[in-house]
């Protein structure tokens, strides 16, 4: 244990457990068994291959949660790092290793802030607990999903939830995120009549069909956002069509296509909007949906001011509270839960080659956690 940064000493623990998506790698059962000693009951939900844990300590409320996800993405080509990715190593005051951000360090910040806090609180009022999964930066089906319906079932209510995303932008404290832009895919096929390039009167050329339809739908301007939302965004991420051969018309061409969307344009709205761009050009087409994210967001209150002063109290820093980049587990838990917030390192080098977080910034990381417990439950704060 290293007693000066009790933190930095777990995440490196984690980050040498291998545990890419779907895989745990045994990160979870070493959180429980730290966190065993303090009160808190281990509850595994293993759903579809996917490693879950719900650890709670206490009956009473309010329940304070900290959510995260102890699986990874992959590594890419390990000889591209400076070192082995499941080795963490420190050079120059940063600890590098996959998961370092993403987001094993905010998973160790949670841990060793309960320790802090129940030691000098070991009659904390309230509940506090985990929900871990190793299902976030796969599919997103078996995981805080599954624990979410298995709450519900038992009418455990969650008061307040803390997701460990990394959310800060240059400096550890620069941006909460107190909600987030709903998902919504398609996938479209525009249908023609291959053919010989030289005879296009013998066939249909559907890129030339799709083409004018798909101005019009990366021009439109879907809303103008909210005081809470950025402007809803249309982005295509694929398009192929062709057999390969440069004398050939194609007799189809795929788009894959994503919104991200506030709540100034329900996904219903976005959905027939697009259907009427698409008659108007007369396609010849099939469209599959896939809604993968409702907007949430948890306005200022409770949670977030409680939040926003703790992060202040440790680094002075005046958070920006903010509802910007992807998707979370926090969509699945604000449908049980009113007040969610996302918080955790600077997430520039996220995903990259020689993911990294600043050892110094380690160790404020878990205060500003602490700091957040104190404030609602040795506070004896009641929800809003």
Known sequence: MNADNPTLDLACDLIRRPSVT??????????????????????????????????????????????????????????????????????????????????????????????????????????????????????????????????????????YCLVGEPTCVATLGDTIKNGRRGSLSGRLTVHGIQGHVAYPHLARNPVHELAPALAELAAERWDAGSADFPATTFQVSNIRGGTGAGNVIPGSVELLFNFRYSTASPADSLRHRTEDVLARHGLEYTLDWDHGAQPFLTPRGTLVDALVGSIADVTGVQAEVSTTGGTSDGRFIARWCRQVVEFGPVNASIHKVDEHVRVADLAPLARIYAGLIRRLLASAGTPA
């Open 22 to 159: 779907p895989a745990d790698g045994d990160c979870q059962p070493l959180l429980a068994s730290r966190l065993a000693p303090l009160g808190f009951v281990a509850e595994p939900l293993q759903t579809g291959g996917v490693d879950n844990l719900w650890l709670r300590r206490g009956t009473t409320g309010p329940l304070l949660v900290f959510a995260g996800h102890t699986d990874v993405v992959p590594t890419g080509p390990a000889e591209a790092w400076q070192s082995p990715p499941f080795e963490p190593q420190i050079r120059e005051g940063i600890l590098y290793g996959r998961g370092a951000a993403d987001m094993k360090s905010s998973l160790a910040a949670f841990v060793t802030a309960i320790e802090q806090v129940l030691t000098e609180h070991p009659d904390l009022p309230g509940s506090l607990a985990l929900l871990l999964t190793s299902d976030e930066e796969g599919p997103a089906r078996d995981g805080t999903v599954r624990v979410i319906e298995r709450l519900q079932a038992r009418q455990e209510t969650i008061d």
